[in-house]
């Protein structure tokens, strides 16, 4: 079972930045998708970035892109994203999840990743 932490969230005014760690732990397989998925309030979840494992390709949704990016640590068993000029629709909940089968981390189907982190708020707003 993969157990997964995000945090780096909080409140940030529009046009800076944030970056979010989501600390990877527990049984991972060779290879799997992980991904952060956000929901603002009221909204579906919906994807947000995506990276394979094996080789560290990625995959970043339109809503961001330009302005955020998915990276990882290995050492520290560890993904980020690094979000630059917020904006204040970015407001939601952010979350990590990752997935062994398929491409639902790429092709944005949240109901198709296997474990989920718990999430982490950012507010953009002045």
């Known amino acids: 079972q993969v157990q997964l932490v995000e945090s780096g969230g909080g409140l940030v005014q529009p046009g800076g930045s944030l970056r979010l760690s989501c600390a990877v732990s527990?049984?991972?397989?060779?290879?799997?998708?992980i991904g952060w998925f956000r929901q603002a309030p009221g909204k579906a979840r919906e994807g947000v970035a995506c990276m394979r494992s094996r080789d560290g390709v990625t995959h970043v949704y339109d809503s961001v892109k330009g302005r955020f990016t998915i990276s990882r640590d290995n050492a520290k068993n560890t993904v980020y994203l690094q979000m630059n000029y917020l904006k204040p629709e970015d407001t939601a909940v952010y979350y990590c999840a990752t997935e062994t089968y398929g491409s639902s981390c790429f092709l944005g189907y949240d109901s198709g990743m296997d474990s989920w982190g718990k999430g982490t708020l950012v507010t953009v707003s002045s």
């Open positions: 527990g049984f991972t397989p060779d290879n799997y998708n």
